[in-house]
């Protein structure tokens, strides 16, 4: 589904990304683990093409685009949904706009059929009569499925988790995973996830990748990875420093 190829990326002379490879099996949950600061971040804003590399192609069903111009590369991005670390509503809108917000931006349907989908996100993550809410008034786990209910308003073909469950607590954190699950499942979409929750990655992933120093050093199932011979690998899944 997704293809990187000797991608790389530096900023300010430092290098994020070097000359790194992976492969993102369609429907399934890959979970991209590393350290915080190591350029996880800046691989999945690659994969939907907000960041450009320097060096390097990334293929999305078979595409190229990194050649493709603003309006081509805006065609790609509607395959693509993504929940970002905070959820990032606007906190001017309740939440049924927040979710109606990518139905208004790239349909034209009539808004009372967008309220209705709105509505149906809504309900597929677990929250009911919610809609007329401010996010303010939701706890970090409501907003992090309105968060995910907008990144399925468009029934992507992809959809991005940044760090999904950062800052929540260990019932939360479950919530969310199943959530994860549930949704990939009903979907069938393509879930990539960076995460550097231990627990959780062995917990969801069909795939994992390690990336360190820019590259993708371990990729396997979870038991691969779990049984890896590579010192750096088991010392990050153990929480041991390297």
């Not at 499925?145 to 954190?173: H, K, Y």
Request: hydrophobic share 40%; charged share 25%.
């Amino acid at each position: 589904m997704i293809r990187l190829e000797q991608v790389s990326k530096a900023f300010k002379g430092q290098i994020v990304l070097d000359h790194l490879d992976l492969e993102i099996e369609k429907g399934k949950i890959t979970v991209i683990i590393g350290q915080s600061g190591g350029g996880k971040s800046v691989l999945l804003k690659h994969m939907i093409g907000l960041i450009r590399p320097d060096s390097g192609h990334i293929y999305v069903n078979g595409i190229d685009i990194v050649s493709l111009d603003d309006k081509k590369l805006n065609d790609i991005r509607k395959k693509f949904g993504m929940l970002f670390q905070a959820a990032a509503l606007f906190d001017s809108m309740n939440v049924g706009e927040n979710v109606a917000f990518p139905l208004i931006e790239h349909t034209r349907l009539p808004r009372k059929e967008i309220m209705k989908i709105a509505e149906e996100k809504l309900l597929r993550v677990g929250l009911k009569n919610v809609s007329h809410k401010m996010p303010s008034e939701l706890s970090g786990g409501m907003r992090k499925r309105v968060g995910l209910a907008r990144a399925i308003a468009l029934d992507p073909e992809i959809i991005l988790f940044d760090e999904p469950t950062t800052g929540l607590d260990p019932v939360m954190c479950d919530a969310i995973d199943r959530l994860i699950v549930e949704t990939q499942k009903q979907t069938e979409a393509t879930c990539v996830i960076i995460s550097h929750d231990i627990p959780s990655t062995f917990k969801i992933a069909n795939k994992i990748a390690m990336l360190y120093q820019g590259k993708i050093i371990e990729m396997g199932t979870p038991d691969e990875v779990r049984s890896s011979t590579n010192p750096v690998v088991q010392n990050f899944i153990e929480g041991k420093s390297t």
